[in-house]
């Protein structure tokens, strides 16, 4: 079966940008989402198609996908972007990384 | 605004049978494919299963292929999943989401969740 590896936690200061990868076998030729959850609340949806951001997310969420890593990126990151981050790709099924709870501290 | 409402979770016992059901508002129902993912206690996501929008594609994750059903009703917005002989593993918050797509075989990506039903497997 297909794997993504992600770090369990990323911490940041506040207004500094915050990197969160996720590692999987030749990812760059599969498309990657990224999902914003935190707790008590339903995921959100904040990079699509390895780039691309939904309406409505702010423009210092962005991401990339190249070669074997996926990368998530917050700049100016702010203490409401605190939360757990899952990276997702579609293989021979739909995959889902472990997640990383990022810390806004 | 697109909106998605599960019910039907609760307390189940090994072995026994329970249907979730998501009713969504504020898109055109049958233009997108539809997806169960849950997420168990502590645990991270994990995809459950989807459906195309005209019901002619289905897709299981291995863990519950053989026993769970999905389908959907694009008349009354609906989708639904059958869950039978389900497992204490099987535990976990079910949240229905909406794909950015109609078919479940390119890419699979989703767009909008709802809040999701807990689903208890306890003897």
Known sequence: ?105 | EVHLEESGGGLVEPGRSLRLSCTGSGFTFDNFAMHWVRQAPGKGLQWVSGISWTSATTVYADSVQGRFTISRDNSKNSLFLEMNNVEEEDTAFYYCAKDTGGTVETWIQFENWGQGTLVTVSS
């Not at chain 1, 959100?44 to 990339?64: A, H, L, N």
């Open chain 1, 1 to 105: 079966s297909y794997d993504l590896t992600q770090p369990p936690s990323v911490s940041v200061s506040p207004g500094q940008t915050a990197s969160i990868t996720c590692s999987g076998d030749n990812l760059g030729e599969k498309y990657i989402s990224w999902y914003q959850h935190k707790p008590g609340q339903s995921p959100v949806m904040v990079i699509y198609q390895d780039t691309k951001r939904p309406s409505g997310i702010p423009e210092r969420f962005s991401g990339s996908n190249s070669a074997n890593t996926a990368t998530l990126t917050i700049s100016g990151t702010q203490a409401l972007d605190e939360g757990d981050y899952y990276c997702q790709a579609l293989d021979t099924t739909v995959v889902f990384g472990g997640g990383t709870r990022l810390t806004v501290l």
